[in-house]
């Protein structure tokens, strides 16, 4: 049975594009844009996880957490931009499971979700990704050719993690810009040209490129 996942977020677009990620892994999704539309699907419908973001309208994070302890031991993580220590502090001590800050990899952000699950389903975390000789370790946050670990700046190891999880697909470069620079990045897409030649860089004795496609965008292929 697929395990259903609430969303509160008042961002459509974000929501709408964590959505369709984790509908793609098989999840049930149900979506909340405000606290108190939070708080009362909750009251209707039982879920496996809930991404919660902090600054909500009606009712914040931190409200809508503490009413979801009253009764329940759901799995909770906070998605926001906001990096105070004393935040972070107030939603752990509020019950929340764990943080993930604006903007985000999605596939960072299942991947947390994926070990949170496993913790609290008492099974093994799900730790590496393999394909063709390229190895994901997602608990040291790093990439492996052939057992030799890549030298990967943090925004470049969630890009090439991100092939991963989707290998021989094509994005354009604005899919990725919104993916990992945001909706509100005031620079151009030749930041993802850049990013891009210094995974190639990187890789360069992996099996797996990154290949372009003229007009259309990047693809990770990947040779067994």
């Known amino acids: 049975m697929a395990m259903h996942l609430l969303i509160v ?16 892994k098989g999840w049930q999704i149900t979506e909340a844009a405000n606290g108190e539309e939070a708080l009362e699907t ?12 902090v600054m909500l309208p009606k009712l914040n994070g931190f409200t809508v957490c503490r009413r979801i302890r009253e009764d329940s031991d759901v799995p909770v993580i906070f998605i926001t931009a906001r990096v105070m220590e004393e935040d972070e502090l107030n939603g ?26 496993s913790r609290v389903r008492g099974e093994a975390p799900f730790q590496t990704l393999r394909r063709g ?27 090439l993690l991100f092939f991963m999880e989707n290998p021989n697909r094509i994005y354009s470069r604005e899919q990725l810009l919104i993916r ?25 004795h992996s099996s797996c490129s990154i290949r372009t496609f003229r007009k259309s965008g990047y693809c990770l292929e990947v040779t067994e």
Request: charged fraction near 25%.
């Open 9 to 24: 977020e008042d961002d459509r677009a974000l929501r709408e594009t964590i959505a369709d990620y984790f509908g793609s």
């Open 92 to 117: 752990y001590s509020l019950g929340a499971d764990n943080y993930v800050t604006k903007p985000f990899s999605l596939p960072v952000l299942y991947a947390k979700a994926m070990s949170l699950m």
């Open 42 to 53: 909750i009251r209707t419908a039982a879920f496996q996880l809930i991404l919660l973001d």
């Open 180 to 204: 990992f620079w945001g909706y509100e990045f005031e620079g151009n897409e030749r930041v993802v040209d850049n990013h891009i030649k210094m995974l190639r860089k990187a890789m360069e």
């Open 133 to 159: 000789d390229l190895v994901a370790d997602f608990r040291m946050r790093r990439i492996l050719v052939q057992g030799t670990p890549l030298p990967l700046a943090p925004r470049e190891y969630e890009i």
